[in-house]
């Protein structure tokens, strides 16, 4: 069994059918607690902690989160999601973007000397 690093609950906010105004409800519960793990590492890192994580680890959660603000901005502002992604509407980019959150957080932490752990990142559950 994996020992992870962080943790983010989100599945309860999901619903059989999605939609625009689910996608903005869920992204709006996800992304503070992003945040919160992204300044946390960051935190660890500029104290140069034992358990900071390699600064590599952190570049995917920041594009990540700045995918979710732009999904949440389309949807606020009414704007086509063709104009940006090669996807019909804004769920297909939120799921998208969704399984890179997943493999970020599946994925083996580095520290900070570039050691692989036995610790993954972020278990999304």
């Not at 945040?35 to 946390?40: D, F, H, P, V, Y």
């Not at 960051?42 to 680890?57: G, K």
């Not at 090669?86 to 939120?94: C, L, S």
């Amino acid at each position: 069994m994996p020992n992870w690093r962080n943790s983010v609950d989100i599945k309860k906010h999901f619903t059989e059918e999605a939609d625009d105004s689910t996608v903005k409800l869920i992204i709006g519960q996800l992304v503070p607690k992003l945040k919160i793990i992204l300044n946390k590492e960051r935190r660890r890192i500029s104290n140069e902690s034992i358990d900071a994580v390699h600064p590599y680890m952190l570049e995917g959660l920041t594009d990540i989160i700045d995918d979710f603000y732009n999904i949440k901005d389309g949807i606020e502002s009414g704007v086509n999601p063709k104009e940006f992604y090669d996807f019909e509407n804004w769920t297909d980019v939120f799921n998208t973007t969704l399984v890179e959150l997943y493999n970020i957080g599946d994925m083996k932490v580095m520290d900070s000397e570039g050691n692989v752990t036995d610790d993954k990142f972020i278990w999304i559950g």
